[in-house]
């Protein structure tokens, strides 16, 4: 079965870190460039962060950018997303993705940043 699960979310305070997991499976997840989305509760679905097939190049938005790490283990199926100094605007459900060859979302993990 073509899937990807998110595991990982929870409540962490301002300041804090969290890692999220991405488990692929049914694909050849070395073959793909990957992503992470995220969207905040009233808000639309943004991009965070991507990732090539190698893992040797990456991507991310402004929001993000230092704060948050990508990377992957192919021999492993799967993604992370490391989240260092969090602020309460990172809070939102955290979706991994597939673009090729047809698109796929995982059904997501809720990270909350609040004292």
């Known amino acids: 079965q073509v899937q990807l699960v998110e595991s990982g979310g929870g409540l962490v305070q301002p300041g804090g870190s969290l890692r999220l997991s991405c488990a692929a499976s049914?694909?050849?997840?070395?073959?793909?460039?990957m992503s992470w989305y995220r969207q905040a509760p009233g808000k639309e679905r943004e991009w965070v962060a991507r990732i090539s097939n190698t893992g040797k190049t990456t991507t991310y938005a402004d929001s993000v950018k230092g704060r948050f790490t990508i990377s992957r283990d192919n021999d492993k199926n799967t993604m992370y997303l490391q989240i260092n100094s969090a602020k309460p605007e990172d809070t939102a459900v955290y979706y991994c993705h597939r673009l090729q060859p047809y698109e796929l979302w995982g059904q997501g993990t809720l990270v909350t940043v609040s004292s």
């Open positions: 049914g694909f050849r997840f070395s073959s793909f460039l």
